[in-house]
């Protein structure tokens, strides 16, 4: 079965410091994956995408993440975080062979601490 | 442009009473999602329209869920009657093409259901 994990369900870490919020999926087909943001009371908002190409994808608010194929993980990465990038994280994947449903993880929590 | 409306953003009922979420999406987008976000989950899909046609309604439960987009544009999740597990988020989401997988979503700010 396909399926997507966040391996951390909170991430605490304090401002400047860098960050790593870890997806991996399983499917034994081409996939196409999505990393989104959820801040409090609103709606998910796309950060980064990969569908082909280059495996090093970069976002908004200085985020990226790394496509690793025979890892089959999608990590998503930022420098230095802010206070402002406190929200709940959510990776995302598309299998080609479902189109327009996407399977999402359960969510990772960062929190940024001063 | 605006993005995706939903109201309301909050709804609390007792259950087994009927309760309707409406959806507008991104003007020109064909494809409309509604998900269902269960507290501490990601959101999972309940139904997805291309245009007015619902392509995908295999996880909408269909003995109290009920979605219609008569007109291609907006849309209506209704829940009757409300059961108190039917206590989450629901999101709506639009694409602007015919929702192929590669396709980025754009989502509403969801409505808070309470089911008391």
């Known amino acids: 079965a396909q399926s997507v994990t966040q391996l951390d369900s909170q991430v605490p870490v304090f401002e400047e410091a860098p960050v790593e919020l870890r997806c991996n999926y399983s499917?034994?087909?081409?996939?196409?994956l999505f990393w989104y943001v959820q801040y409090p009371n609103q709606g998910l908002q796309l950060l980064l995408k990969?569908?082909?190409?280059?495996?090093l994808v970069k976002g908004i608010n200085g985020f990226e993440a790394e496509f690793n194929k025979s890892q089959t993980s999608f990590h998503l990465r930022k420098p230095s975080v802010h206070i402002s990038d406190t929200a709940e994280y959510f990776c995302?994947?598309?299998?080609?062979?479902?189109?327009?449903?996407?399977?999402f993880g359960d969510g990772t929590t960062l929190t940024v601490k001063p | 442009e605006a993005g995706v409306v939903q109201s309301p953003r909050y709804k609390i009922i007792e259950k087994k009473q009927p309760v309707a979420f409406w959806c507008n999406p991104i003007?020109?987008?064909?494809?409309l999602y509604w998900y269902l976000q269960n507290l501490g989950q990601g959101p999972e899909l309940l139904i997805r329209?291309?245009?007015?046609?619902?392509?995908?309604d295999s996880q909408l439960p269909k003995d109290r869920f009920s979605a219609e987009r008569l007109k291609g544009v907006d849309s209506t999740l209704k829940i009757q009657p409300a059961e108190l597990g039917d206590s989450a988020v629901y999101l709506c989401?639009?694409?602007?093409?015919?929702?192929?997988?590669?396709?980025?979503?754009?989502f509403g700010p969801g409505t808070r259901l309470t089911v008391l």
């Open positions: 989401a639009s694409s602007l093409g015919a929702g192929g997988p590669e396709e980025q979503q754009f």
């Open positions: 499917s034994s087909v081409s996939v196409y």
């Open positions: 990969y569908l082909s190409g280059s495996t």
């Open positions: 995302a994947v598309s299998f080609n062979t479902n189109a327009g449903k996407s399977t």
């Open positions: 003007s020109g987008h064909n494809t």
């Open positions: 329209y291309e245009n007015e046609e619902a392509v995908d």
